[in-house]
Nanobody
Framework: VVQLVESGGGSVQAGGSLRLSCSTSGYAYSLRCVLWFREAPGKEREGVAATYTGGGGTYYHAAVKGRFTISHDNAKMTVYLQMNSLKAEDTGVYYC??????????????????????WGQGTQVTVSS
């Protein structure tokens, strides 16, 4: 059974930082794409950062580039999202997702929030201005 558990969310003021974690189990973690996406009321689901656990490319949504950093620890089968200089518009529920349905070797493919088969329960991030 594939399980993804996100943690690290919370409430911060604009300009603050949070570090999200996504621990995975029951999944062939190596050599795979992993995505962080977010959902907010009234907005479309949005892929914010993706990485390939076999090394190589990382991809970011234009709205978070330069502020968010995705990383992974293969030994722990955990993916992280460091979020700095947070803005009110970053508010939402953040999810990690695995098992891309096809190729994830381009930014559009890797960041596609509807292109993954499994995701966790999410963690709430609230940024107050």
């Amino acid at each position: 059974v594939v399980q993804l558990v996100e943690s690290g969310g919370g409430s911060v003021q604009a300009g603050g930082s949070l570090r999200l974690s996504c621990s995975t189990s029951g999944y062939a973690y190596s050599l795979r794409c992993v995505l962080w996406f977010r959902e907010a009321p009234g907005k479309e689901r949005e892929g914010v950062a993706a990485t390939y656990t076999g090394g190589g490319g990382t991809y970011y949504h234009a709205a978070v580039k330069g502020r968010f950093t995705i990383s992974h620890d293969n030994a722990k089968m955990t993916v992280y999202l460091q979020m700095n200089s947070l803005k009110a518009e970053d508010t939402g529920v953040y999810y990690c997702a695995v098992d891309h349905v096809g190729s994830c070797m381009t930014p559009d493919q890797a960041l596609g929030p509807n292109e993954y088969n499994y995701w966790g329960q999410g963690t709430q991030v609230t940024v107050s201005s």
